[in-house]
């Protein structure tokens, strides 16, 4: 198992370039099940959960013409398999994107019920309500969700709650479906609007992505698509939460500023100095950090993703933050490994309560998710000593490159096998 060893006290100065969204290039792979032919798709980030959806694809009978850094181009005309495997689907939860589309193209599926992870027990009923309510026939057998539809026929829905990638799977199964399907209390993140404008240029009628209502009129088929991965909001965040927190000077290169409005807000707040062009972010620390309160909640809010990094950021501020988590039930498992560090964190339910400390200072600690992961990273920078982050197979799953962007920035950071 790789660890990270990072030595705190180097300030971060330059450029970073910010790769493809991981939570745009997955459900844009699950999509490509709706169509029959050649798919190309650019700048998709290099990380492990992107391999894994090109594995389970191809498992489902995708054709894997080319998988070079980040372009990769699937041939989807030989879909037959609507089985996805348990091992799988247990590694990576969006394994679940790939019911809405194969109930639409093979009129089957069966999926393994992903597992609940650290930050919660993440359940789909929100995702089978809305494919029921397109006519699909599910049942839960043996760790399953085994679903079938002659035809999906459109309907009226509406979500109980806000569900990203529940979003994703209704709007792609009723892509494919008989007549018009209105979908409310959607998810309104830039990764919805980016796979509507994806299927629509493939032939799709969806309208209102990005608004909390979506209109889909079915068609017959998709032609297949030639897309480039938007940028990753919340690895953009991560840099500039880096910057900031050791008080440096850097250019978030290939960003979009409209998709971090309620991360900058914040930043401001906290006293970083921001500076916005069409599409990168200067950002400047300033010496002293002001406490902060957030409140994470779906885009356009604060995004949850960012929960963790920005609690970092709020250990070393002039006084008392309050962090509450809206989202997900059980996303504080970072406080821990903070606390061992010298962070002064107290949780009193979904809130945390941060006192800002002088110094961090460096230790063992180990991740639990993806975020996490990158906010003991980001501590590491500024504790004194080293820092030893183990279990980062957690960042490879959506940070490309983590360690040797950072380097690039003067850090001091390396992995060890
Ligand atoms: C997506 O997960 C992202 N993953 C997550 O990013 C992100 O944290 C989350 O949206 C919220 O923004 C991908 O896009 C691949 P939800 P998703 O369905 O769709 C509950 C990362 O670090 N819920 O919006 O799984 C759920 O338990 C990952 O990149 C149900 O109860 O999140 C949670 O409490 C982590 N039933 C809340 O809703 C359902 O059927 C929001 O979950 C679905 C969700």
Known sequence: MDKIIVEGGHKLNGRVRISGAKNAVLPVLAATLLTQGKNEIREAPQVRDVDTMVRLVSELGAEVDHFESDHVVLDTSGIDNPVAPYDLVSTMRASCLVLGPLLARLGEAKVSLPGGCAIGARPIDLHIKGLEALGAKIKLEKGYVHGTAKKL???????????????????????????????????????????????????????????????????????????????????????????????????????????????????????????????????????ELAPVHIRTHPYPGFATDVQAQFMTLMTLAKGRSMITETVFENRFMHVAELKRMGADILIEGHTALVTGVKQLSGAPVMATDLRASACLVLAGLVAERDTVVSRVYHIDRGYQNMEKKLSQLGAAIRRVK
Request: charged letters at 25%; hydrophobic letters at 40%.
């Open 153 to 287: 026929k459109g309907a009226h829905h509406v979500f109980e709650s806000v569900t990203v990638t529940g979003t994703m799977n209704v709007m792609m199964a009723a892509v494919l479906a008989e007549g018009e399907t209105v979908l409310e209390n959607v998810a309104r993140e830039p990764e919805v609007t980016f796979l509507a404008e994806v299927l629509n240029e493939s032939g799709a009628k969806i309208g209102g992505a990005g608004t909390d209502k979506i209109i889909i009129q079915g068609v017959s088929s998709l032609r297949p698509f030639d897309c480039k991965i938007l940028p990753d909001r919340i690895e953009a965040a991560t840099y500039m939460i880096a910057a900031a927190i050791t008080d440096g000077d850097v250019d978030v290169l290939n960003c979009v500023p409209s998709h971090l409005e309620a991360i900058n807000q914040k930043l401001r707040e906290a006293g970083v100095t921001l500076e916005e062009k069409q599409n990168s972010i200067r950002v400047r620390g300033n010496g």
